[in-house]
């Protein structure tokens, strides 16, 4: 791997990962790897794609903003990536935006009925920047699936389109960031008029007292909604549902019972951060064979591993 660090010289610590990860490849199914601050994790995550792409194989760099993934397109030149649809505006390929903002618009606007002057002018301008420009959301969309090349994308579109599928290896990059996406992806709206609680709760200490007066309720939907809330992985806020009602909105501590979403049992996975550690890889939803490998100090830099067989084993590196 390290003969495709796409620079010049590695950083140790650099070096120190790329050829533990070499070495035990073929043994893991995820690696989790911590690499401090400032330690050059994208240079890390870009040789290991173009290595897998010299094999034949495809990486997919999953990160968590639209920022780092900025970052990544102005560092590499030739990866792909795909943004929401609302972010391909159309004043970017020099066309008006008095009309329709974004390709998230064109696409709705083909299908829009009637005759009407507004309505054909919407229609006309979105035909008219599909024939000139193409779908470029779903052109990029074919080319982060694709194999043929390295990319990159936040981590809310991975997930969403489920890129992770398409792909032979994901890379997390600050990848102690990825249990808030799926925690957030996991999130179960439980309305007043399904589970029959008060349209007027203001308070958790208000929906308590209601299920303490409903715990022996017959009535299936309070039955649920007990036990969904006495369930210790969730946490429960109350928020607005319309204008006159409430919803309850539950967010699982732990995303280890929910369906996997990082992982479809025949890809790798490398999780690289500065903080990840084992009890975040616990709280998601992954099986088989992990390896960590801890690189915080570059200096001298210690390899911790830990597997079924061994959970105790540590290399110094030296400095």
């Known amino acids: 791997m390290i003969n495709f660090f796409p620079y010049d010289k590695p950083r140790k610590c650099q070096s120190d990962a790329l050829g533990a990860l070499a070495s035990d490849w073929n043994s893991y199914d995820i690696f989790v790897l911590r690499v401090p601050v400032g330690g050059g994790k994208s240079a890390i995550a870009y040789s290991i794609a173009e290595y897998l792409k010299s094999i034949g194989q495809s990486a997919l760099i999953s990160v968590p903003n639209n920022i780092l993934r900025t970052q990544y397109l102005s560092e590499f030149k030739d990866m792909n990536s795909v943004k929401g649809a609302e972010d391909y505006r159309l004043s970017d390929y020099g066309y008006p935006t008095d009309l329709l903002k974004n390709i998230k618009d064109v696409i709705s606007a083909v299908k829009l009925k009637g005759n009407s002057k507004h309505t054909k002018a919407k229609r006309g301008l979105a035909y008219r920047f599909l024939n000139d420009i193409g779908n470029v959301y779903v052109n990029d969309l074919k080319a982060v699936k694709s194999k043929d090349s390295v990319s990159v994308v936040n981590n809310y579109s991975n997930m969403a389109h489920k890129l992770y599928k398409n792909h032979d290896c994901v890379i997390f990059d600050e990848a102690h960031q990825i249990l808030p996406t799926l925690q957030d992806l996991s999130v179960k709206k439980l309305t007043a008029k399904e589970y029959g609680f008060p349209k007027n709760l203001k308070s958790i200490d208000q929906l308590y007292e209601f299920m303490d007066a409903n715990r022996d309720s017959e009535d299936p939907k309070i039955a649920k909604l007990v036990t969904a809330i006495d369930d210790p992985n969730w946490s429960v806020s109350i928020e607005a549902d319309g204008l006159f009602e409430k919803a309850l909105y539950l967010k699982p501590i732990s995303v ?47 390899l911790y591993t830990s597997d079924a067989a061994d959970d105790s084993l540590r290399v110094d590196l030296g400095g």
């Open 256 to 302: 280890k019972d929910e369906p996997t979403l990082v992982w479809n049992n025949s890809n790798k996975l490398v999780f690289m951060s500065a903080t990840i550690g084992e009890a975040d890889i616990n709280r998601l939803n992954l099986g088989g064979r992990i390896r960590f490998l801890d690189f915080r100090s570059p200096i001298p830099c210690l």
